[in-house]
């Protein structure tokens, strides 16, 4: 039974979303976008669109779950390129490295929009997002997109209730970030880089792993684990398949982090005054 609390932010999520006649939605096929785009179909029909971003920085798999979600979701979907690498600044790599590359794409988002006359352009932000170090909030605010599920008072523990309530299969997807982000900050993020990361993580993944990274520090691989990935690493008896197959992609080192996973920890090397600027 849901808390009475997520029912009352749910019946505030559909009206906000009511009072548009028709939606864009920033769509990534994560748990949150997935849940705002379901909502929005529901209340919206067929005066939504989803629009997926493809660049560098996209896992392939993850597009393709994007894709098969908007299908199932019954919403129509656009896939646009976007050329992160070419964005001015974004390769440098520096914190503001996110909001370099949200305005860019939301710019083209907007303009999608308005040429084929939609109302609103959305975008999956919830509360917990206010609390952690997301630049690219800066962009959300400066180009006028709105984050009903924050608007909601919506967090994510709740959005993934919601989401097991409506039968959606991303309700415990692990949390998504662009492959650019298993980068330390002011380290060129170069193509190459980028497909080290996701040949190694498609190997982790491919052996049964949910929850990690793999963090890419020049020629060394380090690997963050969840609890469970952890235990089931060393049932296995895993580290030379590890081993052999992150060498074969040009790493020369491969280590675990004792850690283990920690979403954003590459911002812990950033100073205190970075992180207090919340970008409102």
């Known amino acids: ?5 997520a029912i009352e932010k749910y019946d505030h999520l559909k009206r906000i979303i009511t009072e548009s006649k028709s939606a864009v939605v920033a769509f990534s096929g994560g748990v949150d976008s997935t849940f705002l785009l ?3 179909v529901d209340q919206l029909k067929d005066k939504v669109l989803a629009v997926t971003a493809d660049s560098e920085i996209l896992p392939r798999h993850e597009l393709g ?3 098969d979600l908007a299908r199932q979701l019954g919403a129509e979907h656009l896939v646009i390129e976007s050329k992160d690498l070419e964005t001015d600044g974004f390769k440098d790599n520096s914190s503001v490295r996110c909001y370099l590359c949200k305005k860019e794409r ?3 988002i907007k303009q999608i929009a308005k040429a084929k006359g939609f109302d609103r352009v ?3 932000s919830n509360t917990d997002d206010a609390e952690d170090f997301r630049p690219g909030r800066k962009a959300v605010y400066e180009l006028g997109i709105r984050s009903p599920l924050a608007e909601a008072g919506l967090g994510k523990s709740e959005i993934r209730t ?3 309530s409506l039968g ?3 309700w415990d997807r692990p949390s998504a970030a662009c492959l650019a982000s298993r980068i330390p900050y002011d380290t060129i993020i170069t ?7 996701e040949n190694a993580e498609n190997f982790l993944r491919q052996l049964g792993m949910r929850v990690f990274r793999v963090r890419h520090h020049d020629t060394m691989a380090r690997l963050e684990l969840g609890e469970k990935e952890m235990q089931f690493l060393f049932e296995n008896n895993l580290f030379d398949r590890i081993v052999h197959h992150l060498e074969s992609v040009g790493y020369q080192y491969v280590t675990m982090d004792l850690k283990g996973y920690r979403s954003g920890s590459m911002n812990e090397v950033l100073p205190e005054s970075v992180l207090n600027d919340t970008h409102r």
């Not at 193509?191 to 990361?197: P, S, V």
């Open 162 to 164: 919601l989401s097991k």
């Open 65 to 67: 779950q994007a894709r």
């Open 1 to 5: 039974m849901q808390p009475i609390a």
């Open 122 to 124: 959305y975008d999956g």
């Open 168 to 170: 959606l299969v991303t």
């Open 38 to 40: 379901a909502v929005c």
């Open 191 to 197: 193509r190459l880089a980028l497909e080290q990361i």
């Open 106 to 108: 939301f710019i083209k």
